[in-house]
């Protein structure tokens, strides 16, 4: 039986503990996850721990129940609400049916009527997993979703074999409308196996066909999109009609691929390709979505990757095929992974020396090799003079060494040096634009209205992958950096001047005096005019 988590909201704490002893919440199938004090630190604790139900009271300091449900469902649609009050009026009651609540329970409030209440949301998560898990469902969606001409079509788009001339006509034979400003491919990747190792228990190919209508849900009406099952994986196939929307297309496959591992209990791993102004370079956009995907390991799995955020170029088609050996050698090469490349070049080295090849067919695989490698520096922007030394070539100086053992010595030191140089760019773009941001704050904390929004609209990038790399940097979100600013800010405002307590909350951009005594005393350990007395 699965186990749905509750948060609690209320600035009595004894309501709160009374709620929490009066349940088995074992029993009912729930735990509580989490307890705030107002519906400001209600909201932020939602983004950690989203709850499957919020229970919450209505009046509470900085924000009522009302709004923080109102806020909640704007981004988690799927949560449950149950409202508590000490007012009958009929008001409360009507508004917490405009935003659908489970239940508007007065207080005190009847344990054996909250766990009826329970019991009732219990079922109806249960009912909302289990529609997604309908095996007749799934294969019924599938087989009316997936037209086999137009199925036909992206696939011959994805790979290149339609010329520019012929796209339109048949676009327009198979009903497709093909009219965005802008064009961009999506890779979903997803991992059939659970936590400890096991087989799922749906199986694969009905497990696909739940993200991929999770993904039609949560994009269709955002945009105009295409998906279809390609290579083993999901790929979207987008139309949007601002370069701007970029970000917000990353921001929500992101929380497709969270939201695919709760629902399907399996993990997605999302690739965005390049941006595209026209259907024809599409397979361009295809080949820089899977080549983002093989960054997983480096970004973390199940979220969405953009290529164009990790310091890439587009990928290139490449003609040359790679020797099996060769594939571990680059996946370690691109994950910065040291211990690992030693180990693939040994192998490497092993395999070359034991197929005994000719001298020829020899060449054949060096200069494979080397072609994988110039792709890697150039997708860099890298200079292979960095890794070799200026004016030496990489194929004549791997076959001028004196064994095959000397040659896999040389190779992974010149491997090394790529790693290193890629770490330092990787690095030095994300200090780049982390220093940017608190730039932003210190020009701007003044304004009530800053937020991870706004900053990742001047920076140009997506808030999943800022939010990830500030705190990767720094070891704080941007909410904790910008609320510890804020009080340095009003500490040396109270050191240094006279102001009342309201005119500093202003200053440093809080427009409720009281909410900023809150954090105030929760930051620095008193209140601000107790503060002033003592320093």
């Known amino acids: 039986m699965s186990e749905y988590s509750v948060l609690l909201a209320d600035d009595e704490k004894f309501v709160c503990d009374m709620i929490q002893k009066k349940l088995n919440w074992q029993e009912l199938g729930f735990c509580v996850a989490g307890y705030a004090r107002n519906g400001i630190e209600a909201l ?22 009302l709004t923080l449900c109102r806020k909640v469902k704007e981004r988690f649609p799927g949560t449950k609400f149950i409202i508590f009050s000490g007012f009958d009026e009929f008001e409360y009651a009507k508004e917490a049916i405009k935003i659908e609540a489970e239940e508007y329970i007065l207080k005190p409030i009847d344990s054996e009527e909250l766990a009826a209440v329970f019991r009732r949301i219990r079922e109806a998560l249960d009912r909302d997993i289990d529609e997604k898990r309908n095996i007749n469902e799934l294969q019924e969606y599938y087989l009316k979703s997936l037209p086999v001409l137009q199925e036909n079509f992206y696939v011959s788009l994805l790979e290149g074999r339609l010329a520019e001339q012929t796209i339109k006509k048949y676009a327009s034979d198979y009903q497709i409308r093909l009219d965005g400003s802008f064009y961009v491919v999506a890779v979903l990747s997803i991992h059939y196996h659970s936590k400890n190792g096991k087989e799922m228990e749906v199986a694969p190919f009905l497990l696909s066909v739940s993200v991929q209508k999770l993904v039609e849900e949560q994009l269709g009406g955002l945009w105009t999109i295409k998906t279809l099952f390609y290579t083993g994986d999901i790929v979207v196939v987008a139309q949007l009609s601002k370069e701007e929307e970029l970000r917000s297309f990353t921001d929500r496959l992101d929380d497709i691929c969270r939201r695919a591992g709760r629902i399907c209990r399996s993990g997605v791993t999302a690739g965005i390709g390049t941006l595209c102004s026209r259907p024809v370079e599409l397979p361009k956009s295809y080949s820089a979505a899977k080549n983002a995907i093989s960054y997983a390991l480096l970004y973390g799995r199940s979220r969405a990757i953009n290529i164009e955020e990790i310091g890439l170029k587009s990928a290139e088609p490449n003609a040359a095929s790679s020797g099996e050996s060769i594939v571990p050698l680059l996946a370690a090469l691109k994950i910065n992974d040291k211990e690992r490349l030693k180990k693939a070049i040994h192998t490497f080295v092993e395999e070359v020396t034991k197929s005994r090849l000719s ?87 003044a304004d009530r209205d800053i937020g991870i929004d706004t900053v990742c609209g001047e920076l140009g990038v997506s808030s999943s992958y800022f939010s990830t ?56 350990g008193c209140s601000p005019s107790k503060y002033r007395a003592t320093h």
């Not at 791997?398 to 290193?420: F, H, K, N, P, V």
């Not at 050191?495 to 005119?503: A, P, Q, R, S």
């Open 359 to 445: 001298m020829s067919d020899f060449k054949v695989m060096l200069m494979k090799l080397v072609v994988e490698l110039n792709d890697f520096v150039w997708n860099y922007d890298l200079s292979m003079d960095e890794a070799l030394g200026d004016g030496l070539d990489l194929l004549n100086l791997l076959m001028d060494q004196d064994s095959m053992e000397a040659m896999g010595e040389t190779l992974l030191g010149i491997c090394s040096r790529l790693q290193d140089r890629v770490s330092e760019r990787r690095k030095d773009s994300t200090v780049s634009f982390v220093s940017k941001a608190k730039a932003y704050v210190r020009e701007h904390y």
């Open 469 to 524: 790399a500030f705190k990767k940097t720094t070891g704080k979100t941007f909410i904790n950096y910008l609320t510890e600013y804020r009080m340095q800010q009003a500490v040396k405002l109270l050191e240094t001047g006279d102001d009342k307590t309201y005119i500093i909350a202003d200053k440093v951009g809080y427009s409720d005096p009281n909410y900023f005594s809150y954090v105030f005393k929760k930051c620095i």
């Open 44 to 65: 932020e604790m939602v983004e950690d721990l989203e709850p499957d139900v919020i229970m919450t009271d209505i009046k509470m300091p900085y924000m009522d129940g």
